[in-house]
């Protein structure tokens, strides 16, 4: 297959125009919530896994078949409520480091917004 020069003109970007700064921040706050969501429920998922795998059947409160069935899915749904508790702490150092560009805008948008709500107290009433 040869690629013409001359066609390469035609190419158009998927998204016209460059980003605005509200539209780079709303893309990289979007990016940082599904890495988190992504990581965290990964890495608990894995824990879960593993741990149960590690204990055997115990020799009472055991659910029996159902249980057995449906415990990938209750592990699944603990997984999820874990990553929504804490999967920022885990996920922040990670995203920090594999995302330099967008974490350095995401904190500089907070700093500007903790600044402006510094502001709003001036307007209280006396």
């Known amino acids: 297959m040869k690629i013409n020069p001359a ?3 035609t190419v158009r970007p998927l998204r016209p125009g460059v980003a605005t700064a509200e539209e ?3 893309s990289a706050k ?3 919530d599904a890495y988190t ?3 965290g429920k990964t890495f608990f998922g894995q824990m879960m896994k593993a741990m149960r795998s590690t204990v055997g059947k115990p020799a009472y409160f055991h659910g029996g078949q159902g249980e057995e ?4 899915q209750l592990d699944q749904q603990m997984a999820d409520h874990m990553s929504e508790a804490s999967a920022d702490q885990i996920t922040e150092p990670m995203f920090r480091q594999q995302f330099p560009r967008q974490w350095k805008m995401l904190a500089e948008a907070e700093r500007q917004s903790a600044a402006s709500m510094g502001d709003l ?3 209280r009433r006396r």
């Open 30 to 32: 979007q990016l940082k």
């Open 69 to 72: 069935v449906f415990r990938s």
């Open 7 to 9: 066609q390469l003109g």
């Open 37 to 39: 969501d992504f990581v």
């Open 24 to 26: 780079q921040i709303a």
């Open 121 to 123: 107290s001036s307007l």
